[in-house]
Structure formats: C-alpha cells, structure tokens
C-alpha cells in the first residue's frame, strides 16, 4: 500500500507510532501528484520545496512527543486562500502574479499546527462556477471520468482529494462550491456555518455567503479538519464566538433520537432517476439505523436561484471593484489615463463569466434597479431562512440531493450561463440562510460517476450532520475510495 | 426585453469595463435571459417583509483602538505593478 492512499485518521495514527515520517507521506503524495497530474490536472502550483522542509518540521515535532492531530499530514489548498510568498491566482489572469504578504487564518492554523501544503488548486475564476471549466491555468478532470467535469467551483480540491494527491483540501464554498464538486468526485465535503470559520485571507467573492471548508476522502477526516480550522477571529469580524466543539466526538454509531427531514421540493422535476434511488437508499440506511424521517416543506426553494444570482453578483461587483491594477495584480501598460487604465486592466484581466456577475451585480445595485432587483432578492432571502427555521421545528437535518444530476461531460453548458446556474438550485439555500451543508458520497450512477447526499441542519449544527454522515459511510462502505487512474 | 444595449454599456461604464460590438451583442442577450429568469421574484408579495442582509444577526464588532503593527512599506509595495520605493504609481491624473 502507497502512503498517500492513508485517510487522515489512518496516517495520523501511523505518523505517531513512527510506522510513517511526514517526509515519506509528503513524498508519496508528491510522487502521486508527478504520475496522476497531467491526467487530473488539479494543481496550478506544487510547492514541493516548502513541503518537504515542512515535513521534516513536523518530523521533528513527532519526535519530542505529543502533536496537533493535522502535523505532518499534506493538504492541497485552493487558489483563493493567501499563502504567504506563495503565488494565490484565484484562476485569474488578473492574480497572475500575485505573492500574498500574509496566510489567510486557516492556513496560519494549518502550518501552526504543522500541516503540509502540497500546493494550490484549481478552481473557477473568483470561485464563480460550477465547472471549474473557467479557471484560467488548468482545468481539473473528474479523476472517475476523464472528460467529465470534476464540479466547481472548488473543483481542483475535490479533484486532488479524489485522486489521492493529497489527503484533504480546503475549498470555499458560495452557492455550493464545496458540496458539489464533492459530491460529484466522490469525496467528503463541508460547508460549516456562515462564521464558524476566520474569512480572513479568503479572496472576497460574495461576503455574506463564502465560507471555508474542508475536502477529505472520509466523515472522520472531515470532523479533524474541522477541529483544527474553526473558530473565531479578530480580523474577520463575522466570525462567531462560539464554543468549539470536538467534531470528532459527533462520529457514533446510531441515530436513534434524530429526526431526518425529507423536503419535496428536492425531489421534483428535472431530478436524475439514479441521483434519486440513492437519496432513496441513504434514507433507508438512516432509518436503518434508527432515524426517524418527516417529510417538510421548503416552499421557496424554487426562487433562490435568482436570489443567489442577484445578492452574490451585486456583493461580487462590489469586492471586485478592487481589482484595478493600482496596487497588485495584472496592469495594463498602455493606457494613458488612470480611468483607461481601470478600465483596460478589468477587461483584459478578467474573463467572460466574471464580466458577467459584475455586470448583473453592478445592474443590480444601480439607480433606478435597486429596489426591484436587490432589495426584492433580499427580501426573499428572509423568506427561505424563514423556511429553514420553520423546518427545523420538526427535524434535526434535512436530506436531500446535491446536485439533480451526476457529472456531465466537459464544455455542456459553454453557452448557456443560466443552464448551468440551475444546477446550483439544491446547494444554493444554505448560503443563503447561512446554515451548515455536508455532502458525501451516497452512491454511483450506470456510468460509474459518484453521486453524493446532501445533509443540511441548523445554524451550528454542523455535529448532527457529521453523526448522520457517518452512519451513511458505515451503511455504504464508500469511505476512502479512489478511481482507477 | 428586460435590457437594452444601451443600458448594458452604461452599467460596463459604471464597472469600468470595455466591452466590444460582439461581447455587448452576447451579453445583452445573456442579460436579458438571466434579468428574465429573475423576474419570478416578482410572483411574490414581499411587502413588509425585512430584508436579510446576514443570515443571523450579529451586533456590531467593536474593538479597542489600539497600535499594531502594520505591514512594511517594502511589502507592501512589492506587488505593485509600478511603485517608486514610498508609493504606487499611476497614470497621470490632471
């Protein structure tokens, strides 16, 4: 057996009984990376020098005794995470070459708690995607299918996971960016509660719905992250004073006492036959294993798609507005006077998609549009958090799909932006309404493509759904697995 | 139509961004599809209705104005497209 095939629970374990150095992980991995990566394409950068003196500081560590349970294990990170002297391109011509002077907070926790970083990730151009086809360096391939979209946008932390070129990843997650590519390679992915993790360091897209995350190839692996990325932070004042559980303990056999909602608006039209049979069978495997199930009703479910492209292109106008080759970043040269300048950059330096949501936003937030367009979205928005909270009077989670389909074939949707935003319709909620979302692995459809379960519960319940994710990973025995590459 | 060209060049004018005859062809025309789609919105009856802006309310973040460190000067200039040692440079205002 390769290292690099260990879950993080399984080499933490083998790294403290000195079965494992960091440095022969870390090199397994890298190995990995170097034979899987032209077929996966997940990586923008491999920091290999870095990593490997990181290893051997956590080496050192595990020799003088007692660690931080994420020492010496290798992540991957997406490309919007700044990394101190590490190039952060947010897939876009305009971050090109970008050095960040600071870590963002969850990678200062990571490296304080002496955690490898293999390098970044793959991701759609400021996070705004479903494919990660719009990343402007590579594009990652579903490792389970080559040719098939590995999802978005944290589709190259998914794709790296899967592929086992490293053992977890943190991605960000704004409509679903987490839980789709997740559930569409096959791997664990967590959006917590809006404010359960430190902002500070992420590229701004939409500030009041991105949130961090881990990407891990088990449930087990995910509460770890967790334990070592949460909590809050000075310099990210939506960050919440919560208690911070240990997420690991969340991890029993069991689910006698807890209520599982099944929402019909999830299941209607439009819905993949096998996306439903394995919802359908996850929810009698929780029944199994002593769940109750209610049936509940999110009845705006179908508006917040136009909500989410409204309130996330109007903040994204917003927190792009910085981007005009003033103070880092891509400048065009040529131009003569500062407003050409602005404007030469932006239009050089961004691509078509990002064009797109800032114009909505822009539109959006304009005089005269106020009112109809962002207020109205706004509006709106308290009308499904209200359908959580109501929801959630009858149940403890809620159950559903992640996406309506499996992975489809790379460039389906090139030229139909709305399309593609309406496959966002099942993960998009959670954003909205701030609560935490799970996907994991559920199953896999005829053209052997995984297909995950989505769990979503209250604000700070991220515990309940790692409890019930993990009776699903017991029941389906889907834990930890990778495609033949 | 929900959007006009012309309207379409006016907010690239506001975002500052250029746009050619093609790209304002195929964007008013994506515009119009996604403005139209979010038009659904306007089945509901939202008045009176508070508008969400944070997905649970968190009162304001105060803290004591204190001296702290701020980033070098050196590093911060070092990302620059164009910098002088002391400030970034621009194209000529006036």
Wanted: with cysteine; hydrophobic share 35%.
């Amino acid at each position: 057996m390769n290292s690099y095939e260990l879950t993080i629970s399984q080499a933490r374990t083998a790294l403290d009984n000195k079965e494992l150095s960091s440095r022969e992980l870390t090199s397994s991995c890298l190995e990995r990376i170097r034979s899987v990566d032209d077929t996966v394409h997940s990586f923008i950068s491999v920091t290999e020098k870095e990593a490997l003196q990181q290893a051997d500081a956590a080496d050192r560590e595990i020799a003088q005794g007692t660690v931080a349970q994420l020492c010496g294990i290798p992540f991957s990170l997406k490309d919007l995470l700044c990394t101190r002297g590490v190039t952060t391109t947010c897939g876009s011509k305009i971050l090109e070459n970008f050095v960040p002077p600071y870590d963002a907070t969850v990678v200062e926790k990571l490296k304080e708690q002496g955690a490898v970083i293999l390098g970044k990730v793959a991701m759609d151009e400021f996070a705004m995607g479903s494919t990660s086809e719009t990343c402007v360096f590579t594009i990652p391939e579903n490792p389970w299918n080559p040719g098939f979209v590995a999802g978005g946008s944290s589709g190259g932390s998914a794709a790296s996971v899967a592929a086992m070129e490293c053992l977890g990843s943190l991605g960000s997650d704004t409509g679903g960016s987490i839980r789709q590519p997740a559930s569409l390679c096959g791997v664990v992915g967590l959006k917590p509660t809006y404010g359960r993790v430190s902002r500070y360091g992420l590229v701004a897209f939409a500030s009041s719905l991105d949130q961090i995350g881990p990407l891990t190839r088990d449930v087990t692996d995910s509460a770890m992250v967790m334990n070592g990325i949460s909590g809050y932070d000075k310099r990210d004042s939506t960050s919440v004073k919560q208690d911070i559980p240990d997420f690991t303990n969340a991890l029993s056999e069991g689910m006698k006492g807890l209520r599982v909602g099944i929402p019909r608006e999830y299941f209607g039209a439009g819905l993949d036959g096998e996306v439903a049979g394995v919802v359908e069978r996850a929810i009698q495997l929780l029944r199994d294993a002593g769940a109750e199930t209610v049936e509940v009703s999110l009845p705006h479910t179908e508006y917040c798609v136009a909500v989410y492209y409204l309130i996330a292109s109007a903040e994204a106008s917003s927190n792009l507005a910085r981007y005009d080759g003033v103070v880092y970043g891509y400048r065009d040269q040529n131009a003569e006077s500062l407003i050409d300048m602005y404007r030469e950059t932006r239009s050089n330096g961004f691509g078509d998609e990002v064009k797109r949501r800032i114009l909505i936003g822009t539109y959006a937030l304009s005089s005269g549009y106020y009112d109809a367009y962002y207020k109205k979205a706004s509006q709106v928005r308290t009308l499904i958090l209200n359908d959580f909270q109501k929801a959630y009077e009858s149940c403890d989670l809620i159950i559903s799909p992640v996406t309506p389909t499996p992975a489809w074939r790379r460039g389906a949707h090139a030229d139909d932006p709305l399309a593609l935003y309406l496959s966002d319709i099942l993960t998009i909620s959670a954003n909205l309404a701030g609560i935490p979302g799970l996907s994991v692995p559920g199953g896999f459809s005829s053209d052997g493509l995984p297909i995950g379960i989505q769990l979503q519960g209250p604000h700070f319940q991220e515990e309940v759904l790692l409890k019930a994710a993990y009776n699903l990973e017991l029941g389906t025995e889907l834990g930890n697995r990778c495609p033949e590459i | 139509m929900k959007i006009s060209r012309k309207e379409v060049e006016h907010v690239a004018t506001l975002a500052r961004l250029n746009m050619s005859e093609e790209e304002l062809e195929r964007m008013t025309v994506q515009l119009d599809t996604i403005l139209s789609y979010v038009d659904k919105l306007n089945e509901l009856e939202t008045t009176g209705v508070a508008p969400t802006t944070h997905a649970f309310s968190i009162n304001n973040a105060f803290r004591e104005d204190e001296m702290q460190e701020s980033l070098p000067v050196k590093e911060a200039l070092a990302n620059a497209p164009k910098e002088n040692g002391e400030a970034f440079v621009v194209p000529k205002i006036i």
